[in-house]
């Protein structure tokens, strides 16, 4: 949270980030000119869709430069987190692959094992690291008696120096009850971890989930901003103009006809 505070320059607030999705066929060329309307609408992080791995319509090789060269002319500081789902020691080639392209950021699953986040932060390479938590229930249900705790699975990412984490949603169709969120946020924290709330993040429930836990947080989002009634430019914006609470913005009032209660 420290160092992705000092390098945006955003304080005292949420972090507002947006979600793109790859794995739908667009082309790198396609993906540039929808990153183009996120980075203008002012968000300050960006992920790929977390099953992505490098497909031959959208490659590591090609959409990398196009987004970087983007964000770095832009003068925006924008945190663009590739995802590069690949078994290990492939995931690792990965990695280093982003950063000779010019990327600051990659996303991972779980799924690559628990263990990659801690062999990417060996590597020592200025990259911000994003830990997805899609699935994670095969692991945490409590149901199931050797289940893990997914609070004990924060501890781990925070040690092997994540910096960004997917830790659930409270107001959204994915639903963590309103306590647990709280021990989660806190344990995010104590590590310094970037706590990400997406599914079903929008500009009306971004203010409910800062009155009831603060700025400390990533609110995460992907439909709400490509779903705006104006296309993802002015679905950034709005998501902007919740967090600053700009909220007599014309962006803004439209997404609350939409998505307000």
Partial sequence: MTGVREYTGVYDKPLCGGIVKPKTGVSAQCLLEIVKEMVDGGVNFIKEDEILSNPAFCPIE??????????????????????????????????????ELGGNGVHINFWNGLG????????DLPMFVHFQKSGD?????ESHRFH???????????????DFMHVGMWGGYSQTCEDEMKKILDISHEYNIVPALSCGM?????TKVTDKFGNDYMANTGGAIHGHPDGTYSGAKAMRDAIDKNFDSVEYKKALEKWGV
């Fill in 148 to 162: 893990i705790d997914f609070k004990f699975i924060i501890k781990l990412a925070g040690m092997m120096g994540v």
């Fill in 137 to 141: 229930k095969i692991l945490t249900d």
């Fill in 202 to 206: 929008n500009p009306v429930v971004v």
């Fill in 62 to 99: 090609e959409r990398v430069p196009l987004v970087m060269d983007y964000i770095k002319k832009s003068g925006r500081k924008v945190v663009y987190c590739v995802c590069i789902n690949a078994d290990y020691p492939y995931v690792i080639d990965r990695v280093k692959k982003v950063y």
């Fill in 116 to 123: 990659v986040y801690k062999s990417i932060r060996e590597l």
